[in-house]
């Protein structure tokens, strides 16, 4: 069965980095885009980042550009997001989630259909 | 950017009642549309996808319905596991959710 574990999160200070690995398996990797997605402390969702099948494509939301890095090892089944220069509001539970349409690239990713069970992660001094 | 405006924010309803819940888009975002439900200390669910798709295992008593702007989820006969937060997104351009809606008893 599909299954996403996310890991790498913790408690930092702010302007020093982390970064969250998210291990899948049950499902052939390199077909799948990956999402990150984060939910501050009893606030919304929040999209992240995304990767494409290939790693070629890569999109972030505005308060995230040029901090954060989503990466992929399709030989490992993990993708990555490298957090630098972290502010305490980026505290929150991060997810991994796979994109519903295989082989997607950016504008043609869709819903998440699964998603791992998060990792949290605190910015505080 | 899209922005999503559920309500209401809370809904307060018991066992076996109908319950629908709103979603507003602050531009269209055609059919592409998804519900997730989310109880407290998970990770999101999804139940509906391109507005009124009804995800595999998903129980038939959740239904989705709406295009363009305008969206609802209705759940046909609340149980005692649907009490959670719903929220709607987007993904017509980027992703986006609207802030969610807690279903309490």
């Known amino acids: 069965q599909v299954q996403l574990e996310e890991s790498g999160g913790g408690v930092v200070q702010p302007g020093e980095s982390l970064r969250l690995s998210c291990a899948a398996s049950g499902f052939p990797f390199n077909q799948s885009s990956f999402h990150w997605v984060r939910q501050a402390p009893g606030k919304g969702l929040e999209w992240v980042a995304v990767?494409?099948?290939?790693?070629?494509?890569?999109k972030y939301t505005d308060s995230v550009k040029g901090r954060f890095t989503i990466s992929r090892d399709n030989s490992k089944n993990t993708v990555y997001l490298l957090m630098n220069s972290l502010k305490t509001e980026d505290t929150g539970v991060f997810y991994c989630?796979?994109?519903?349409?295989?082989?997607?690239?950016?504008?043609?990713?869709?819903?998440?259909?699964?998603w791992g069970p998060g990792t949290q992660v605190t910015v505080s001094s | 950017d899209i922005q999503l405006t559920q309500s209401p924010s809370t809904l307060s309803a018991s066992v076996g009642d109908r319950i629908t819940i709103t979603c507003r888009a602050s531009?269209?975002?055609?059919?592409?549309l998804a519900w997730y439900q989310q109880k407290p200390g998970k990770s999101p669910k999804v139940l509906i996808y391109?507005?009124?798709k009804v995800e595999s295992g998903v129980p038939s008593r959740f239904s989705g319905s709406g295009s363009g702007t305008e969206f609802t989820l209705t759940i046909s006969s609340l149980q005692p596991d649907d009490f959670a937060t719903y929220y709607c997104?987007?993904?017509?351009?980027?992703?986006?959710f609207g802030q969610g809606t807690k279903v309490e008893i």
């Open positions: 391109q507005a009124s």
């Open positions: 531009q269209t975002v055609s059919s592409w």
């Open positions: 997104q987007q993904y017509n351009n980027y992703w986006t």
């Open positions: 989630a796979r994109d519903g349409n295989l082989y997607c690239s950016g504008s043609t990713c869709t819903y998440f259909d699964y």
């Open positions: 990767i494409s099948y290939d790693g070629k494509i890569t």
